[in-house]
C-alpha cells in the first residue's frame, strides 16, 4: 500500500500532511476530508473495541490545520453497555485546530414493525462507467433526475440541479488500507460540496459535519446525493443521502458560512479532476 497517495504520514508520536492534503481554498491548508478521516481512525482504533461500532460522528472544523506535525488526544466521554462516546483533538503547536467526537454503539435486536422510508432512492452509476475496486478513483458526478449523466468534469454540472457525487477516496495513512468507517468519514464531507454547488461554483466552505449511519458501507464507493440547502446572510446549512450499491445507509449534515473572496468555480474543480487523472 506504500505506493497508494494517502493524506498524512505517520511521524513520531503523531502524524504529518502529505501533499495530496492541500485544500483548494488554500494550499497551506489541510482540506477537510483529511481530517474527518484521520479523526475518524483516531476514534475508531481507540474506541471501537468490545463489539461497540461508530454510528455517529460529528466533526467541527473551526480552524485551519496546516501542513504541520499533528497529535490526536482522545478521551472516553462515555462507556456505558450499549452506548459509547468519545472525542479527539487536532492538536498543532499547542493549539486545536478541530475536533470531533463519535457516539458508538452495540448492535442488537431488531424491532418490529414497518417504517417510512425515502421514497425514492439514489442510484450510483453502472458499473461499466464506474466498475468497482479497491484503488482510489477519480470522483464521478451527477446533476439531473435521471441520475444518468454521470462524469468526473465538474463543468458539466454547471447547473442550479441536484447534485450526487461517487467516490472511492485515497487512503488516510500511508502503508494502511481504508476501513469501511474511515471510508465513509472522508467521502460524507461531500456534502458540503453537494449541498453548496450551485450555478456559479462553491461559495460556502463547511464548518462542521455531522455523519450519521445505520452500517458500514459495503465495498469501496460511497455516494453521496444533496437532500437540501438552505441559506441566507452567508450562513447556509446543507443535508445529504448517503449510498452504496446496496441502498442508502445513512445521512450527512453540514453547516457552512460564505466565503465568496474566493468562490471556486467549476472550472477550478476541472483542473483538479484533469490532474488527477
Not at 17 to 35: D, I, K, N
Request: glycine share 8%; hydrophobic share 40%.
Amino acid at each position: 500500500m506504500v505506493d497508494v497517495p494517502a493524506y498524512f504520514d505517520v511521524l513520531g508520536d503523531g502524524v504529518e500532511p502529505t501533499r495530496f492534503a492541500a485544500s483548494q481554498w488554500s494550499a497551506a491548508q489541510v482540506v477537510g476530508p483529511a481530517l474527518c478521516g484521520l479523526m475518524a481512525r483516531q476514534l475508531e482504533l481507540e474506541h471501537a473495541t468490545d463489539g461497540f461500532t461508530p454510528v455517529r460522528l460529528t466533526v467541527d472544523l473551526f480552524s485551519a490545520a496546516r501542513f504541520e506535525h499533528t497529535t490526536l488526544p482522545t478521551v472516553r466521554v462515555r462507556d456505558g453497555n450499549r452506548i459509547r462516546v468519545a472525542d479527539v483533538n487536532v492538536v498543532q503547536n499547542g493549539k486545536i485546530a478541530a475536533r470531533a467526537s463519535a457516539v458508538l454503539l452495540r448492535p442488537s435486536e431488531q424491532p418490529a414493525g414497518e417504517l417510512w422510508h425515502r421514497e425514492r432512492e439514489p442510484v450510483p452509476p453502472s458499473l461499466e462507467l464506474a466498475p468497482t475496486g479497491p484503488e482510489p478513483k477519480i470522483p464521478l458526478f451527477s446533476s439531473t433526475a435521471a441520475q444518468d449523466d454521470w462524469s468526473s468534469v465538474p463543468t458539466e454540472h454547471e447547473n442550479n440541479a441536484r447534485k450526487r457525487t461517487w467516490q472511492n477516496p485515497i487512503r488516510v495513512m500511508t502503508g494502511e488500507e481504508l476501513s469501511p468507517f474511515q471510508r465513509v468519514a472522508m467521502v460524507a464531507e461531500a456534502t458540503s460540496m453537494m449541498t453548496n454547488w450551485g450555478d456559479g461554483g462553491i461559495g460556502f466552505i463547511n464548518t462542521d459535519m455531522t455523519l450519521a449511519i445505520s452500517r458500514m458501507p459495503q465495498g469501496y464507493e460511497i455516494g453521496v446525493e444533496a437532500d437540501s440547502h438552505f441559506s441566507e446572510r452567508g450562513m447556509a446549512v446543507g443535508v445529504a443521502t448517503l449510498f452504496d450499491r446496496l441502498g442508502s445507509f445513512g445521512n450527512c449534515m453540514v453547516t457552512s458560512v460564505s466565503n465568496a473572496a474566493r468562490q471556486i468555480s467549476s472550472a477550478q474543480l476541472d483542473a483538479v479532476m484533469a490532474s488527477r487523472i
